[in-house]
């Protein structure tokens, strides 16, 4: 998947240190519209006293900042206390937009953060919620039923990536196959030369039963489609019958 990439101006420190944290928000902004190009608008109208390195929706990841020149501030309010700080991690908001796929979005950012796990070397442990860093709830969207979601967001961190250009032919592949077995149960198969036969067939059909070179199978049954149809009728008015 692509990384788009632009750059904040506002709320941002030089970095001292590599990230040793990936930190896992999300907007909390469920309005219309309110998807990855719309924040980094947002944070980079003002000085708003906070900041993301990455903003993912169900379109995009987009990058906002050098995370390895610059730390952000997306996890202050911790100050510290649980060892997780701006300095020492970089930090991932997903939108929660409405009028977006929040699935999509949450898969988005599972393989951002894989990437960056491998990138730089950070093990899973280390990948973490804002609440982790600071106790506040977020990702709230995650936090239902005793953080489930969270918990399922871990477990993808563990799982084989998925190429999705493949997985995408392959429900192609199937979509074909499925329209192809429907074409197939609808087709016509005409067993006998009677009222169900076309009658610009009739002629060509009896003149090969006649000669014996149509018999059907053991029950006497043709089991003719149409293309063999018009294949035996071109055939017999180029002569080749006669």
């Known amino acids: 998947m692509k990384v788009n990439k632009t750059q904040i101006a506002y709320n941002r420190t030089r970095r001292a240190q590599r990230p040793q944290y990936i930190v896992i928000h999300d907007t909390g902004n469920p309005g219309r519209g309110a998807n990855a190009d719309s924040h980094f608008r947002y944070f980079n109208g003002g000085n708003r006293n906070s900041s993301a390195d990455f903003f993912v929706d169900d379109t995009q990841i987009l990058q906002v900042n050098n995370y390895l020149s610059y730390y952000t501030w997306h996890c202050g309010d911790g100050k510290g206390r649980y060892g997780i700080t701006n300095a020492n991690s970089l930090g991932i908001e997903i939108c929660i937009n409405s009028d977006g796929d929040y699935d999509k979005a949450f898969d988005n950012a599972v393989w951002l953060a894989k990437k960056l796990m491998t990138e730089l070397a950070i093990p899973i442990n280390s990948v973490v919620r804002h609440y982790d860093a600071s106790r506040k709830n977020c990702p709230a969207s995650m936090s239902n039923n005793n953080w489930a979601l969270w918990s399922k967001f871990k477990k993808r ?15 192609k592949d199937v979509a074909q196959l499925k329209t192809d077995v429907s074409a197939l149960k609808n087709k016509m198969i005409y067993a006998w030369v009677d009222d169900n036969m076309p009658d610009w067939a009739k002629p060509t059909i009896t003149k090969l039963m006649r000669k014996g070179y149509l018999k059907g199978d053991e029950e006497g049954k043709l089991n003719l489609d149409d293309n063999m149809l018009r294949m035996l009728v071109i055939n017999d008015r180029a002569g080749l019958y006669d």
């Open 157 to 171: 961190l563990t799982e084989e990536d998925i190429d999705m250009e493949k997985l995408n032919a392959i429900e």
